[in-house]
């Protein structure tokens, strides 16, 4: 993060139904990691989203299992 911010992000599935939340809350700026549980989730591409007050990005991922 850029600077420190209230930060929102999602996980989605190509359907745009949201299968995650894996952090909804405060960070100061610097890099962050998070743990994705996709135990429940079939192999395939997903969407994650990191929502700011400044910004949104979205992004593509591959889980594979």
């Not at 930060?7 to 995650?20: D, F, P, S």
């Amino acid at each position: 993060l850029v600077q420190d911010s209230d930060v929102e992000i999602k996980v989605y599935n190509l359907a745009g139904v949201e299968v995650a939340l894996l952090h909804k809350g405060f960070l100061s700026s610097g890099i962050h990691q998070f743990k994705f549980d996709a135990r429940g989730l079939p192999s395939g591409i997903y969407i994650y989203q990191v929502n700011t007050a400044y910004s949104t990005k979205t992004h593509n991922m591959i889980l594979t299992k």
